[in-house]
Nanobody, 114 residues
Framework: VQLQASGGGLVQPGGSLRLSCAASGSILSMNAMGWYRQAPGKQRDMVAIITSGGSTAYADSVKGRFTISRDSAKNTVYLQMNSLKPEDTAVYYC?????????WGQGTQVTVSS
């Protein structure tokens, strides 16, 4: 499984971005897909996940601001990020959890700064 993340960039506080993660295979075959982020000098943390059944979960720090969704026809998972804060600055990674293993995309940089 190959994952291609895109959509990062520089945005002002309060702004929005939408990240995309295109998978080389069917995302419905994955047990779950998600987004993680890693800020400089910090560990990689879960941001949002969506299971094969469509259930979602979010880190407390992004609840109410971020939304994970998927388009199974396009084999793509999205992360809509609203009301962005400077502390959201990080490299965002797409993740897929399958029976065969765990897969990671290459990461996309999100910088929130005025």
């Amino acid at each position: 499984v190959q994952l291609q993340a895109s959509g990062g960039g520089l945005v002002q506080p309060g702004g929005s971005l939408r990240l995309s993660c295109a998978a080389s295979g069917s995302i419905l075959s994955m047990n779950a897909m998600g987004w993680y982020r890693q800020a400089p000098g910090k560990q990689r943390d879960m941001v949002a996940i969506i299971t094969s059944g469509g259930s979602t979960a979010y880190a407390d720090s992004v609840k109410g601001r971020f939304t994970i969704s998927r388009d199974s026809a396009k084999n793509t998972v999205y992360l809509q990020m609203n009301s962005l804060k400077p502390e959201d600055t990080a490299v965002y990674y797409c993740n897929a959890l399958a029976i065969a293993g765990t897969y990671w995309g290459q990461g996309t940089q999100v910088t929130v700064s005025s």
